[in-house]
């Protein structure tokens, strides 16, 4: 990884408004402040550094701009990513119904002698590949992307898709396919490394997921097979409610050492070199001023730091969806899509992002939208090694996005 040499001082001075040492709510999904973007936009910290991108030969930056907000109005987040060094941009066909997609575009159309500065990467959410990746060319106004991932993929890839990778790439419309996985997130990996073709993978990473032991062995695998790693979802956002005592408790140890609770989860897994970004969702400048001072920021965690993290995520393991769908929805004879409605409900009470939440769990066919309330899910509370009340969150999910 390329080191900045930055120091905290020098940072902190050269940051000015939101420095590492900005409070806010648990509930958001980074730091953020009061202060103006127009002052965000004057000051011109150190690039933000980049790592490998497994073997594929590309460096990236190790945070990542995510796109899931209207960037038709946020151009200024735009540019304040590439003068700081966050030049790895993610976006999908359907964030916000494509302006998302079409505000990169804006601004790429305007400042074309950036393109080759940035790693652009969307997702394919349906339909035939070619007329998606087609669509999504002309909504980026660039003849390629850097990454295509499938969106949400649970695995298994056809021979039919590999052979469209392939083709893909030797048009020079892709230059690594890939996928990106919010549940079963191990098992994927492992697949993915067993294939042997996969570039890159977007995955669900966060302080407690990393803990675990198949998730450990699922990146050491990702990684000998040279896959790219971008982690997403890197706060850990709870199903149930956003903030608790355990989030204060956590928050007040990591003041003490300048920096939130939020910059200490990217920083903790920034602490593992296999991660090549952490991609996070910034629709401001001051959220990503934040972020880009936990990037250049070079304290390292104590090892009493990562015994809190460890204690905050098993206080906080009843409230949190891990993704572990391989066992909760065969449990209930895959009655119900528990992942994807724990994943819309987690947009709705973590982010405060009702538009994602609506539109995520929107997507699910009605008949099983419809039907949550009415099944049974004993067996699949049973089975859930975070002894979450499913039964309840279904319920409570139909009510707020039904």
Not at 39 to 45: G, L, N, T
Not at 284 to 290: C, G, K, R, Y
Not at 313 to 322: I, Q
Not at 330 to 336: D, F, H, L, S, T
């Given at each position: 990884?390329?080191?900045?040499?930055?120091?905290r001082r020098?940072?902190v001075?050269?940051?000015g408004v939101v420095?590492?040492g900005?409070i806010?709510?648990?509930g958001?999904?980074?730091?953020?402040s009061t202060?103006?973007a127009d002052?965000?936009?004057?000051?011109?910290?150190a690039?933000?550094p980049?790592?490998p991108?497994g073997k594929t030969?590309?460096?990236?930056?190790?945070?990542?701009?995510?796109?899931?907000?209207?960037?038709?109005s946020?151009?200024?987040?735009?540019?304040?990513?590439?003068?700081?060094?966050?030049?790895y941009?993610?976006?999908a066909?359907?964030?916000?119904g494509?302006r998302s997609e079409q505000?990169m575009?804006m601004?790429?159309e305007k400042n074309?002698?950036v393109?080759?500065?940035i790693f652009?990467v969307t997702?394919h959410e349906?339909?035939?590949?070619?007329?998606?990746?087609t669509k999504?060319l002309e909504?980026?106004?660039?003849?390629?992307?850097?990454a295509y991932f499938l969106?949400g993929?649970?695995g298994?890839f056809?021979?039919?898709?590999?052979?469209w990778?392939e083709k893909?790439?030797a048009?020079?419309?892709?230059r690594?396919?890939?996928f990106?996985?919010?549940s079963?997130m191990a098992?994927?990996?492992q697949?993915?490394?067993?294939?042997?073709w996969i570039d890159?993978?977007m995955l669900?990473y966060?302080h407690?997921?990393?803990?675990?032991d198949?998730?450990?062995s699922?990146?050491?695998a990702a990684?000998?097979a040279?896959?790219?790693?971008?982690?997403?979802?890197?706060?850990g956002?709870?199903?149930?409610?956003a903030?608790?005592d355990a989030?204060?408790?956590m928050?007040?140890?990591?003041?003490?050492?300048?920096?939130?609770?939020q910059?200490a989860k990217?920083?903790i897994?920034w602490?593992?070199?296999?991660?090549?970004c952490?991609?996070s969702q910034?629709g401001?400048?001051?959220?990503?001023?934040?972020n880009?001072?936990?990037?250049?920021?070079?304290?390292t965690?104590?090892?009493?730091?990562h015994?809190?993290?460890r204690?905050y995520?098993?206080?906080?393991?009843?409230?949190?969806?891990?993704g572990c769908?391989?066992?909760c929805?065969?449990?209930?004879?895959?009655?119900?899509p528990?992942g994807?409605?724990?994943?819309?409900?987690m947009?709705h009470?973590?982010?405060?992002?009702v538009e994602?939440?609506?539109?995520?769990f929107?997507?699910?066919?009605?008949?099983?939208?419809?039907g949550?309330a009415?099944?049974?899910?004993?067996a699949?509370?049973?089975?859930?090694p975070?002894?979450?009340?499913?039964?309840?969150?279904?319920?409570?999910?139909?009510?707020?996005?039904?």
């Open positions: 990884m390329k080191n900045n040499n930055v120091s020098d940072f001075k050269a940051l420095g590492v900005s806010v709510g648990a958001q999904s980074l730091a953020q202060a103006p002052a965000a936009a004057s000051v011109k910290p690039k933000v980049t790592r991108f030969g590309v460096n990236v930056s190790m945070l990542g701009l995510g796109g899931i907000f209207d960037v038709l946020n151009q200024l987040v735009l540019k304040q990513a590439m003068d700081w060094g966050v030049t941009w993610d976006t066909a359907g964030y916000n494509g505000g575009g601004y790429l074309p002698e393109r080759k500065s652009l997702k349906g339909g035939d590949m070619t007329d998606a990746l999504s909504q980026l106004k660039t003849d390629y992307v850097d969106h993929n649970t298994g056809s021979a039919e898709t590999k052979a990778a893909t790439k048009d020079k419309k892709i690594f396919f890939g990106s996985t919010h079963n098992q994927n990996l697949d993915a490394a067993k294939a042997g890159c993978i669900k966060d407690a997921i990393m803990q675990t198949d998730m450990k699922a990146m050491d990684t000998k040279g896959i790219g790693l971008t982690a997403m979802k890197t706060q956002g709870a199903a149930i409610k903030e608790t989030d204060l408790k928050g007040g140890h990591f003041i003490k050492s300048g920096f939130t609770q910059q990217l920083k897994l602490e593992n070199p296999q991660i090549s952490l991609c910034m401001n400048t001051t959220v990503l001023q934040a880009v001072a936990a990037a250049l920021d070079k304290t965690l104590t090892a009493q730091d015994a809190v993290m204690e995520a098993e206080a906080t393991r009843s409230l949190r969806c891990a769908t391989q066992l929805e065969p449990a209930c004879g895959y009655q119900a528990i994807d409605v724990m994943r819309a409900l947009y009470r973590s982010y405060g992002d994602l939440a609506r539109t995520t929107h997507k699910l066919p009605e008949f099983a939208r419809r949550l009415g099944f049974d899910y004993a699949a509370e049973r089975a859930c975070n002894n979450l009340p499913i039964a309840r969150l279904m319920r409570e999910a139909g009510e707020l996005m039904g």
